[in-house]
Each structure stands twice: as C-alpha cells, then as structure tokens.
C-alpha cells in the first residue's frame, strides 16, 4: 500500500511510501484488540479504593441488644453492617489491576490496529518536522493545512519531541507521541493518524522483529 507524503502545510511533496502489508496490510484480529485494550485501561486504574470493614470503624463494643426476640435481624455491637455507620462487607481493599499480555500478542494487536487504520484510509504521512518553540497556534495551523482540525489526532513522531508535545498539550483532540511508545489503544482512540515519514522505519524494526 502506497501513501503520499505532505508536507506540514498540506502540500504533496511528490513523494510516495509504501507502508510494510506485515503491519498495515494483515487482517485485524478483534480479539486480541479486545485483550490488548482491556490490558491497557486495567493498567490505568490506581487500586486505591478502600472501605472500613467491621472490625475498622470506631465505636463500642458492647452488645446493643439480646440476641432474640428483638423483632430484628440480630446485630451484636454499634459497628454492624446492619446499622448506620457501621463497617461495610466485603468492601474494597487496595489491589493491583495490571494485567500482563504476552509479546507476541502485543505486537499482533498493534499490527492489527495500524492496519484497521489503514483500512479506514485514516493515515496520513508527513515529512519529518519540528517546532522552532512550543506554540500551540503553530501546532493549529499544521493540523488545519493537514484537514484534521477538530478531529481525534495522534501524530506520531521518530523521537519525542518536546516543542511539539507542549504545543499539542492544551489540545483536547491531539496528542503527540515517539514511534517506539505508540500502543494498541491510543491508535484505536483515535481518528486520524498523521505519522512523520522517519517514523515508519522505527515502527518496522519493533513490530517486525
């Protein structure tokens, strides 16, 4: 598959390139986007959630009330889940939610995302750029000359590039990443994919090994 190359401003630099089928040609398999995407979202969360359980809350325990013929369901001291203000069963406790996927099915989900791009005609190859200073008015003006203002953008660069990220930062809709740190679910979150032309080498030597 064969995609012209741009230029920053919007321009046909009268250059094509030929984006590698072993990674923008395959068939996506949605499974392992599911397992890929599920992974990367469990590894967000913190697992800090936490509740006092019976034996953590603050109060007496004496026993309220006999054990039979309240009426009741039975409860022994103040701290009973029964009551307002007792301890919670089972509640959360601090866990880790990371999950691990094995190599092998990393590489084949961002294979199979890049080609469900592909496939969408939702990349767009640029030459290699860069900010003389972080601008964020400059980082506009690129994605208008490109047709993706206003849409989910993630640019992707050979090396991180600091003026380029802190230009894109205030931008709900784009972000900006080095080739080597692009995954499953950052490609799929977004709408277009603008990828600097050095990029596509760096993105071979990963995901072809």
Same mark, same amino acid.
């Given at each position: 598959m064969e995609v012209s190359v741009l230029n920053i401003n919007g321009q046909e630099t009268g250059r094509k390139v030929a984006l590698n089928d072993a990674i923008f040609g395959i068939e996506p398999n949605e499974h392992v986007l599911y397992l890929a995407v599920k992974q990367y979202l469990a590894n967000q969360r913190q697992g800090t959630a936490k509740s006092k359980e019976r034996s953590e809350v603050s109060g007496s325990t004496r026993k309220l009330g006999r054990q039979k013929g309240g009426g009741g369901a039975r409860r022994g001291d103040i701290n009973s889940p029964v009551l307002v203000g007792g301890g919670r069963v089972f509640g959360p406790k601090p866990r880790d939610y990371r999950q691990k996927l094995n190599k092998k099915v990393n590489i084949l989900a961002r294979k199979s995302a890049l080609s469900y791009m592909a496939k969408e005609n939702a990349i767009i190859v640029v030459e290699d750029f860069t900010l003389d200073a972080p601008k964020t008015k400059d980082f506009i003006n690129i994605t208008k000359? #490109? !047709? +993706? &203002?206003?849409? !989910?953008?993630? *640019? *992707? #660069?050979?090396?991180?590039?600091?003026?380029?990220?802190?230009?894109?930062?205030?931008?709900? &809709?784009?972000? *900006?990443?080095?080739?080597?740190?692009?995954?499953?679910? !950052?490609?799929?979150?977004?709408? +277009? #994919? *603008?990828?600097? &032309?050095?990029? #596509?080498?760096?993105?071979?030597?990963?995901?072809? !090994?």
């Open positions: 000359n #490109l !047709k +993706v &203002e206003g849409k !989910k953008t993630l *640019v *992707v #660069l050979p090396v991180e590039d600091k003026n380029v990220y802190l230009s894109a930062r205030n931008l709900k &809709e784009a972000q *900006v990443m080095g080739a080597a740190n692009i995954n499953t679910y !950052k490609i799929l979150n977004s709408e +277009v #994919l *603008v990828i600097a &032309e050095s990029s #596509l080498k760096t993105i071979d030597n990963i995901l072809n !090994k």
